[in-house]
């Protein structure tokens, strides 16, 4: 089978985060069940967004944004491709929101009536301002209406989903799936000196300044942790760090090592004692699973939806992500019996639905499904 995916954006900085990461592991893992995947994607032109594959193929197109906000990253060429390659593939799978990419992608493919799948990672949920509301009628209500399958998160995302248009159906109930790093022990030696790591958009709801507080009762409090780092791009809150930092002399002890590129920002994650996700409203925590999968444990606020696949534990440890204390002892506690919290993160992810390999079984059931469902 000849599926493309289509994606709006990749970056060198990763900024566009988990539905790349999602979408990147999904193409990958495919290809070791006979599917053949093709990832049309935006791109920012930075060569190190682009990941060689030996089971799938990366078509990046140069994208411009209006505005700050990824609704507004255009890619023409991508949906010039979507047309002139629509008869080169059994399916068609598009990793929607509102923007200027995927949706006109989603349209083409509606109007040329060819079998398209869409999954929308969290980001379409009933809006009441009225540019939302109208994109949702116009548009997003007819895609979603006439695709072959819509992969949602969870039964939360669904609901929201049938919301807009989908149809019950079509609905299938779809987690991501991440691949399992089995010789993570190789990374122990340089966690000798306890580095606790922050990995995300620096966006209010993403709260950053509740993990700089933490490292602020850290090293008030003498904890055994020798730095608390922050990467990711801006999104609103960086010169909020940057002041804060500024006004505890936390320069030598709290940094802020900006964004980087996705192949950095797992190196270093592995190379982390712990890993923080105090993230408001989290709909999944791609982020997190990744750190699990590569034995780091994590430290996540109680509301994610990453809890909905994985009981905390161990090495996953829940905490109210506005406390500073909380994580701060939470921090502590993951820094005790590092190696065996290791094994049991690998493990638990390892065990779960969430492994990659078993998520992409289920997703190639819905492709057939859906190939098979009806003619052209």
Request: proline fraction near 4%; aromatic fraction near 6%; glycine fraction near 6%.
């Amino acid at each position: 089978m000849r599926v493309r995916h289509i994606l709006a954006f990749l970056s060198g900085n990763g900024a566009y985060g988990g539905p790349a990461t999602v979408a990147r592991t999904l193409c990958e893992s495919l290809g070791g069940l006979g599917v053949r995947a093709t990832l049309l994607s935006g791109w920012d032109g930075d060569k190190r967004a682009i990941t060689d594959s030996d089971t799938y193929v990366t078509d990046a197109r140069n994208s411009f944004r209006l505005g700050s906000s990824f609704a507004g990253v255009a890619t023409p060429s991508l949906i010039w491709a979507t047309i002139c390659g629509r008869n080169s593939f059994d399916l068609h799978h598009v990793h929607l929101a509102r923007d200027l990419t995927t949706m006109p992608a989603a349209i083409a493919l509606m109007l040329m009536r060819k079998r398209y799948v869409i999954q929308p990672h969290g980001m379409l949920v009933p809006d009441p301002r009225w540019t939302h509301r109208i994109i949702d009628l116009l548009f997003t209500r007819k895609v979603l209406l006439n695709s072959r399958a819509v992969l949602a998160l969870n039964q939360d995302e669904a609901r929201n989903l049938e919301r807009l248009g989908a149809r019950h159906s079509t609905l299938h109930t779809v987690p991501n799936g991440i691949g399992v790093d089995v010789d993570f022990n190789k990374n122990t030696n340089s966690r000798k000196m306890p580095e606790a790591l922050f990995v995300g958009r620096l966006h209010p709801r993403k709260r950053v300044l509740s993990f700089a507080r933490s490292a602020l009762l850290s090293r008030d409090s003498g904890d055994p942790i020798s730095r608390f780092t922050v990467i990711g791009p801006d999104e609103g809150d960086l010169s909020q760090l940057k002041k804060f930092i500024s006004q505890n002399e936390l320069q030598e002890y709290l940094i802020y090592d900006g964004a980087l590129p996705t192949n950095e920002v797992h190196e270093r994650m592995s190379n982390a004692s712990v890993l923080v996700l105090p993230t408001q409203f989290e709909q999944f925590g791609m982020v997190a699973l990744e750190a699990l999968a590569r034995g780091v444990p994590v430290v996540i606020d109680r509301n994610a939806g990453l809890l909905r696949y994985l009981a905390p534990s161990n090495s996953l440890i829940a905490v109210d992500g506005t406390s500073a204390a909380e994580i701060r002892e939470a921090i502590l506690e993951c820094l005790v019996q590092r190696e065996s919290k290791g094994v049991e993160a690998v493990t638990l992810v390892k065990n779960s639905r969430l492994n990659a390999t078993t998520v992409a079984a289920d997703v190639a059931e819905i492709y057939s499904s859906a190939v098979d469902s009806a003619t052209d």
